[in-house]
């Protein structure tokens, strides 16, 4: 069987129990393919120095938070992090394709990293930090660039994060494969017994950047103005919450918003279930897990247009909303309200759960470790 390297910046960790499960649930979808060691290996800015060398999920986690502002200095404790890993494995296990799971910083080194291990490689990638060309025009930024100019195959989850990497790292143009995301069928599936509540609208996030609940809550109040009983229940925590709160008591909305917190998958399942249709707003999202979990339930989807988005509500699954202005929102979400009703949910249930179901992406992302090992050899 395949021996699969995992190594990966972000993992669930005792600082974090639940940091990035999409990519343990890309791991997870391999296991019926390949026998996976996770290596959890990162530097860390942070306020004094720490190690951590241990981790819940992780074969072998290294840890290191260092008081630093130089990146190239952290580039650098990755890169000897991930060496010293290497050089002191248990080498009874032969390894045949090493995967990198967020190219930085553990990447900037690939060259280095290539030669000293001299195995296939290719690198997976989730961040939307390339959508902001990574927030700079620092000429430091051009250690990421080489990244992907190294000849190491690229693992994306959508299109757009390819064209957002394409346009950062700038030509020649990486090779790059498309592996969607999972959502977890077990949880995320339709019920045909479940009726949806007419008027009762869901959105779940970790509200912070780039979301824009702002944009439903003002939608909301421009389509009650307008006659329209709509009601949302509001998911999730993050630092917007507050503003959140305040926006909603401003516009007079108490009693027509309702704020569930943190739920459980099984809860939010249900909420998707139950609702008219999800909404979603961002400025961005590279793939949108949300999206495709309420879709599998048979939930329609009204969602800005943005990033990976497009792709996955497509015109029988709900509607795309061109910007975030509260009025943009409004305009579609109202002209939506009775189409959305009236969509075939359990047929395009079926087809997204088709789509990202673990056996399906398991399968995909395999065939890819392949021809990377086939390339090398």
Same mark, same amino acid.
């Given at each position: ?219 909301? #109040?421009? %389509?009650? &103005? =307008?006659?329209?009983?709509? !009601? ?5 925590? +993050? ?110 249930? #079926?087809? %997204?759960? &088709? =789509?990202?179901?673990?056996? !399906? ?5 395999? +065939? ?10």
């Amino acid at each position: 069987m395949t021996h699969a390297l995992h190594i990966t910046c972000w993992y669930p960790n005792h600082l974090i129990p639940h940091e990035t499960p999409f990519i343990t649930r890309h791991i997870a979808a391999l296991a019926p393919h390949c026998d996976n060691t996770v290596w959890h290996i990162d530097t860390r800015q942070g306020k004094r120095w720490s190690y951590l060398g241990n981790g819940p999920k992780a074969h072998r986690t290294l840890l290191l938070t260092a008081p630093l502002k130089r990146w190239f200095i952290i580039e650098w404790f990755s890169t000897m992090l991930i060496l010293w890993a290497w050089l002191t494995r248990d080498r009874s296990k032969k390894v045949d394709v090493v995967n990198f799971h967020i190219a930085y910083p553990n990447c900037t080194h690939i060259r280095l990293l290539r030669w000293v291990m001299r195995r296939p490689m290719v690198i997976t990638e989730q961040w939307s930090i390339y959508h902001m060309s990574f927030k700079g025009a620092s000429k430091g930024l051009n250690r990421v660039r080489r990244i992907f100019h190294a000849g190491v195959p690229v693992i994306v989850v959508s299109k757009a994060l390819e064209n957002d990497i394409t346009l950062f790292a700038g030509p020649p143009k990486a090779e790059f494969h498309i592996v969607d995301n999972l959502v977890e069928p077990e949880v995320f599936h339709y019920l045909p017994d479940v009726v949806p509540r007419t008027g009762v609208f869901f959105t779940i996030a970790g509200w912070r950047n780039p979301k824009r609940p702002d944009s439903l809550i003002e939608a909301m #109040a421009l %389509m009650r &103005e =307008r006659g329209l009983n709509a !009601r949302l229940r509001i998911a999730g925590i +993050g630092p917007k919450l507050p503003a959140m709160h305040e926006l909603v008591a401003r516009l007079g909305l108490v009693d027509q918003v309702d704020f569930l917190g943190q739920l459980s998958p099984e809860e939010a399942a249900a909420e998707m279930r139950n609702a008219h249709a999800m909404v979603h707003s961002s400025d961005y999202e590279t793939f949108s897990a949300v999206c495709a979990e309420a879709l599998c339930c048979g939930t329609p989807v009204i969602a800005s247009a943005v990033g990976g988005v497009p792709s996955l509500v497509l015109a029988d699954r709900g509607a795309l909303v061109p910007d975030n202005t509260p009025e943009t929102w409004a305009r579609v979400w109202s002209a939506a309200w009775t189409d959305v009703l009236r969509m075939d949910r359990p047929r395009f249930a #079926a087809a %997204m759960t &088709e =789509r990202v179901n673990a056996p !399906r992406v398991g399968a995909h992302y395999y +065939g890819i470790l392949q021809q990377v090992i086939a390339a090398k050899a």
